[in-house]
């Protein structure tokens, strides 16, 4: 005689979990086994809806002890990353075995398929990837099993899921025995929460450092943390995206060319400047030859002197005297006998402070009177 009961109009209108509960004694934790309909499209399906979001209840009126299961999206995230830190797989039996026989009785609980992978989505939390074995995935197919029932624990006073322990393939959700399943879970997975929080996996260590945070940090600041470091990536990708400002940066080639103008017009400048100069000091000594400050004998040294400083050389023709005049000579056409004779004092003082040999002076001052 079957103990499944009358189903009622609604059904297909509610959540399709179908679920039966018991409480181990003195047990923080209690321990549920519902019921999840596979789709019908004919092959066994990799991803599957473990439990809804939100709050649900079974068909048949239960839990009991609480209101209603609760399953919230920080819920989901932390069983998420509880399945991201696991090293191994989850498995799915069939009809509850690895409860039933394998841990009561130590019969052989063959495995129907395995997951390792959580996603939390908008309707519940999801199995992705699962790996069914062939028979398993033969009689999904057939329609020879069409019901994925979750194992999970849940807060005896709020009716939130706490952990997930694995998942079966089951036809009667109403199974004789059931309450003792959930009451043999009970047993076995009815350590409190806090003391399997006291062995934090490395990877999840590992984790809340690269976030910055603390073994200790809460699960809301986990969150928060990594809903930072998305905003900051986000802003960052948006930064690099962006055209730049054309007001505030300009393209390297254009850049390059201005840089190439400037070296070309600065090389420009340069050998103007000195043209310029050189005009202006061959003007200078033009003026001297020609006012009587500076003989030909002086020249090269005026030409060296206005190429170096040229203000030095427009003071010095300043305040220099005249020392040969146009077509005039010093003596009125007569040469004394020695070089001091036909050289003024002036012009003596001049040769000792220029450092010119008197004899020479005279001889080029001779000259340049006689021409």
Request: proline share 6%; hydrophobic share 45%.
């Amino acid at each position: 005689m079957s103990n499944r009961l009358p189903t009622p109009p609604s059904r297909e209108k509610r959540l399709p979990a179908i679920a039966v509960l018991s409480a181990g004694s003195g047990a923080l934790a209690g321990v549920a086994a519902c019921a999840i309909e596979l789709p019908s499209a004919g092959s066994a399906p990799a991803d599957v809806r473990l439990l809804p979001a939100g709050k649900f209840r079974s068909w048949d009126g239960r839990p009991t002890d609480v209101s209603e299961w609760v399953m919230t999206p920080e819920d989901g995230a932390r069983l998420v990353a509880e399945a991201f830190a696991r090293s191994s797989d989850r498995v799915v039996d069939y009809e509850h075995a690895t409860l039933k026989r394998a841990k009561a009785h130590g019969e052989k609980a063959p495995a129907a398929g395995w997951f390792r992978q959580l996603e939390w989505r908008d309707n519940g939390l999801w199995a992705l990837g699962v790996q069914w074995t062939a028979q398993a995935a033969k009689h999904i197919a057939d329609r020879e099993y069409r019901y994925l029932s979750p194992v999970f624990s849940y807060d005896e006073a709020s009716g939130r899921v706490l952990s997930l322990l694995h998942a079966s393939l089951t036809n009667d959700p109403g199974l004789d025995g059931l309450t003792d399943l959930a009451a043999l879970a009970a047993e076995l997975f009815a350590s409190p929460p806090h003391k399997q929080e006291q062995s934090m996996p490395e990877t999840l260590k590992n984790l809340l450092a690269s976030l910055g945070l603390q073994d200790t940090a809460t699960e809301a600041e986990a969150l928060a943390a990594v809903a930072t470091l998305k905003t900051n990536v986000a802003s960052l990708s948006a930064q690099i995206s962006a055209a730049p400002d054309p007001a505030k940066y300009v393209p390297i080639a254009a850049l390059s060319a201005l840089q190439s103008e400037h070296a070309e017009a600065k090389g420009k400048l340069a050998a103007l400047t000195a043209e310029i100069s050189a005009g202006k000091v061959a003007a200078l000594v033009a003026e001297g030859l020609a006012a009587g400050k500076i003989t030909p004998a002086t020249e090269a040294w005026a030409k060296s002197l206005g190429e170096s400083n040229p203000a030095a050389l427009s003071a010095f023709l300043a305040a220099a005297p005249v020392i040969v005049k146009t077509n005039e000579t010093q003596s009125n056409g007569q040469v004394g006998s020695g070089a001091t004779a036909a050289l003024s004092a002036t012009e003596v003082e001049i040769c000792k402070t220029m450092g010119l040999a008197q004899d020479a002076y005279l001889k080029t001052k001779t000259s340049a009177a006689a021409a």
